[in-house]
């Protein structure tokens, strides 16, 4: 690809370079003879740093924010925006190709892009899905990220891939992070969806004020805003916002799409979706109020983008089960046990409050937190684990490079003294996984909180292979054998 040819976007910006460009890239690791390099400042590492290397390498062309005094230099006011703008021009802007949703908020982005991509191939379109749990491309599962919203290259390079294999619609969860980062840069959104915001990722954006402020990147330009009114944070979403929105709750009738009558046990949630004087009956596998949230906000995304309001209704009854969000796991067993990914303290406290109120004789819950990430949630996540079941398992999560006794300490601060009582601690999550089957009894109900759709486990800078629906029914096949 000729470098007059990739920078069109940006006028003037390469009247005297010439030559071919084989990639783009950021990272001085990746970089090869021809490539691009882009210099991003991080929040460890200044890819600035770096430049001089890269033209030994044989860079085509070095994209800066400050001027380095090297020949093939592009000076940029943003250099993350503009490593996005660079990979979507090289891979074609495959994004024109496409209708892309983008779901951010704290909690439920999986699941509401799951139930989304559910309503769109129900009514016939090719679906394209980004997010935490898999990747897919019209139903085929494509290569994993280990991030939520993939680096700019990559997400390109998926847009890519849809559009070429035919896909109508790209459903994509939109990190806090990748929103900071400008990893989207460039993208027109034909819907932006705003689930909620909670304490989380604080490690990374120092406080809630900050978090608050890189979720709102994602609605100033989107085409429509589908906005939480349940939310206090529903307004800020939409400041700046020229275009189209609309709302939904289950609390407020002034929402443009509200649920009615709702009822929930533990085979699932239903209720009446009411909406421009139509009204529909829904019946969803995942218990919960926040499992309502997450289909109205679905439906209204849907509905706004020209599917027909019961049909999506219907697509919404008939959708699967989200792998790892409140997921049940079969076992012959007289008590149930459940898999979530809530490693939050709102997701944690969402999700026993709604196994609490399905009448369990006791709710045992097992959690940890993962290392290396925010540590205030901690202690908050040690309260609510003890307030709201009867006995609690605090193990480890993902402790990463830090020491898992240490992550455990901190979440034993905030369990109240005369809660302590409660508590029972193993530091390796399979042993403490068997201790809570063992002590389950008929009519209880087991939540393992935390990993969710993960089937390993992080330690160090390494992966093991830790899947909670095997170590449970290796564990009961143990138990079973010994009996």
């Not at 800066?64 to 250099?79: A, N, Y």
């Not at 989380?200 to 954006?205: F, W």
């Not at 399905?358 to 709710?363: D, I, K, M, Q, S």
């Not at 809570?436 to 390494?462: P, R």
Request: hydrophobic fraction near 40%.
């Amino acid at each position: 690809m000729q470098i007059q040819t990739l920078f069109d976007w940006y006028e003037g910006a390469l009247p005297k370079i010439k030559g071919d460009i084989t990639g783009i890239t950021d990272d001085i690791n990746r970089m090869k003879s021809g490539y691009g390099f882009v210099c991003v400042t991080g929040r460890r590492v200044d890819g600035h740093s770096f430049a001089a290397e890269a033209l030994e390498k044989g860079a085509a062309f070095i994209v800066t924010q400050r001027d380095l005094l090297l020949e093939k230099q592009i000076l940029v006011r943003d250099s993350r925006a503009a490593l996005a703008l660079i990979c979507a021009v090289w891979h074609g802007y495959p994004a024109k190709r496409l209708k892309i949703i983008g779901i951010t908020g704290t909690n439920g982005k999986t699941s509401t892009a799951f139930l989304l991509r559910d309503i769109l191939e129900s009514a016939g379109e090719k679906v394209g899905l980004i997010g935490t749990v898999r990747t897919e491309i019209s139903g085929e599962e494509a290569e994993e990220s280990s991030l939520t919203t993939p680096d700019s290259f990559t997400l390109q390079s998926l847009l890519k891939k849809m559009a070429d294999k035919g896909c109508t619609y790209c459903v994509m969860e939109v990190s806090s992070q990748a929103l900071e980062q400008r990893r989207t840069a460039g993208l027109a959104f034909a819907a932006a969806v705003f689930t909620n915001l909670t304490q989380d990722h604080l490690d990374y954006h120092g406080s809630m004020r900050e978090y608050k402020a890189a979720k709102r990147c994602l609605f100033p330009s989107a085409a429509l805003c589908v906005l939480n009114l349940d939310d206090p944070n529903n307004a800020y979403m939409s400041i700046g916002s020229l275009r189209r929105t609309v709302s939904y709750s289950l609390n407020w009738d002034e929402a443009d799409y509200t649920a009615k009558n709702l009822e929930q046990n533990l085979d699932g949630v239903r209720f009446n979706a009411v909406a421009m004087g139509k009204i529909a009956r829904l019946k969803l596998q995942t218990p919960g109020r926040f499992s309502a949230h997450n289909a109205l906000a679905a439906l209204a995304t849907a509905t706004e983008l020209g599917i027909d309001f019961n049909a999506a209704a219907n697509a919404l009854s008939a959708s699967r089960g989200i792998p790892g969000r409140l997921e049940r796991v079969e076992t012959d067993t007289p008590y149930c046990v459940y898999i979530d990914y809530a490693h939050t303290p709102d997701a944690l406290e969402n999700v026993l409050t709604t196994l609490r109120e399905c009448h369990p004789n006791r709710l045992i819950v097992l959690l940890g937190c993962g290392g290396d990430r925010d540590r205030a949630k901690r202690p908050v996540m040690g309260k609510i684990a003890v307030e709201l079941a009867d006995a609690v398992f605090i193990t480890s999560d993902n402790p990463r490079t830090e020491d898992p006794d240490t992550i455990i300490a901190e979440i034993l601060e905030g369990v109240p003294s005369k809660l302590r009582k409660q508590v029972r601690v193993e530091r390796d999550r399979v042993t403490a996984i068997g201790m809570a089957l063992t002590e389950a009894d008929e009519g209880d109900i087991i939540l393992l909180a935390g990993k969710g759709h993960e089937d390993y486990q992080i330690l160090g800078t390494g992966k093991i292979s830790l899947d909670e629906r095997k170590v449970v029914h290796e564990v009961l096949a143990k138990a079973a054998g010994a009996e």
